[in-house]
Structure formats: C-alpha cells, structure tokens
C-alpha cells in the first residue's frame, strides 16, 4: 500500500473540492464486485461466517453528484473522507456462472470532521463481513499484496441491498495476483453451496450502484454488466466456477 506522507495542514492546502487537506493515505487497488437486491440470502450468510471474519457497521455518507459522474465522494462512518476514481477496467473474470467486471482504482483518504464538501448526499447503512488473504512476499524485502473478501448488507433510502466483492491491498504490481488467489483460496477453503448466488448480473463499483439508484423512484439500479474493458492482465481472469 503506498502512502503518502502527513501533510502540513496548511488551511491553503487543499482538494480538488476545496476541501483541507491532513494525513493522507493513497491506495490503488483492483475490484470486483456484485450487488443484489433485497437481504442476503441465509445460505450466502451460512457460507461466509466463520472464525475468521472481521464484521464492521457503520454509515456512509456519500455524493450522489459525484457519484453520476463515476466517482466515488462518500465521508465514511464520520471519520474520513475517501476519493476514488477508476483508473480502468479489465477483463471480466466469471463466479458461479456470472460475468464479474474487474476495475482498477486509485483512492484518497484523509480524516477530517463534518460533510462539507458533500453536493448531494445519499447514507448507505453498511453491515460489513470481511477476510483478508495475503499473498507471500516475493522476497524478504518485498512488498507485501493481498486482498479482502467482503459480503455487506446495505440499505439506501429505505431499501436493503446486499453486495459480495473482492478488494486488494499492497503492491499495485501484484494486484492480478492478489484478486486470483484470494479468489481461489476462498472457493476451495469453502466451495459455494447451491443456493449461495454471491455474483449476479449487476458488477460496478458504488458510484455507478448508487447513480442507478438516484435515477428516479422504483429504479433499483441492478442492471446487466456491459463487456467493457481496457486491457490488462486478462490471461488470469479465463474463468472461476
């Protein structure tokens, strides 16, 4: 994970949204992720749980706005701001016969109190689930990569979602690495029940989710995934069943 280091804060030190600027961290990452409608389904929460999960609630607050224009603005859980943009999108890998649309991401985050800065707010209640899997370093002094696992319930303007994602860490160089080995460590330490549909037709980041969403009333935005690529690392991504 690179980072940057603690900045000044100088009150003239500033984001592109006229925000003040403390520590930053700067991650880039590599995602897949699927989102459904309505709670997830007992056997996907069967599956998941055990001994080594993480679980985390909390409230995000994102912008909408922002969100239209494929960025992802949101001030999580009251304590920091993120900023990601998506940098490009690869080839599509499959889960349980659904097509996963795989995006590389660059995000900014920093701790700061208040939603200034916020054009259009929309909360996104979060119960989050997490394992983290972690590659072996290529050599003693190498940076570590890996990747985590993540199965939320999510409700938005009175409606319950749920989504399952797979998210890296660490060196960018190892990001191909990362998502496939997290991804088969995973199916084989715990092969998908029937009934346990973690992918679906609709594959995005948040932003595109929520503008979905913020369409209009009676818009669930859960739409098909579009073969939209950008090169990159496919010879991986041939297919998970």
């Given at each position: 994970?690179?980072?940057m ?10 984001d592109s ?7 930053v ?11 459904h409608?309505?709670?997830p ?6 599956w998941f ?6 679980r ?11 969100a ?8 999580r ?14 080839e ?7 097509v ?5 991401w ?10 200034q800065?916020?054009?259009e707010?929309?909360?996104v209640?979060?119960?989050?689930v997490t394992?983290?899997?972690?590659l ?36 960018p160089a190892r ?23 973690v ?6 980041g948040?932003?595109?989710f ?8 009676g818009r ?22």
């Amino acid at each position: 994970m690179a980072r940057m280091g603690k900045q000044s804060g100088d009150p003239a030190m500033t984001d592109s949204t006229g925000l003040p600027i403390t520590t930053v961290s700067f991650l880039v990452t590599r995602e897949v992720r699927w989102f459904h409608e309505g709670p997830p389904p007992d056997a996907v929460l069967e599956w998941f749980d055990d001994d080594s999960i993480l679980r985390e609630s909390r409230a995000d607050v994102y912008d909408l706005a922002q969100a239209r224009r494929g960025i992802g603005l949101k001030y999580r859980g009251g304590t920091a701001y993120d900023i990601k943009h998506r940098t490009s999108v690869h080839e599509p890998i499959m889960l349980a016969g659904a097509v996963g649309r795989t995006e590389d991401w660059v995000k900014v985050s920093y701790p700061i109190g208040g939603e200034q800065g916020i054009e259009e707010p929309i909360v996104v209640e979060k119960q989050i689930v997490t394992k983290r899997f972690e590659l072996v370093a290529e050599s003693e002094s190498g940076e570590g990569a890996g990747c985590e696992v993540e199965l939320s319930s999510l409700r938005v303007a009175g409606d319950d979602y749920w989504s399952f994602g797979l998210e890296t860490f660490g060196s960018p160089a190892r990001r191909a690495a990362a998502l496939a080995g997290a991804l088969q460590r995973l199916l084989f330490e715990t092969p998908l029940p029937d009934g346990a549909p973690v992918s679906g037709p609709m594959s995005s980041g948040y932003p595109e989710f929520l503008a979905g969403i913020g369409d209009g009333p009676g818009r669930s935005g859960l739409t098909e995934v579009p073969d939209e690529r950008s090169g990159g690392d496919a010879a991986w991504g041939s297919g998970w069943a």
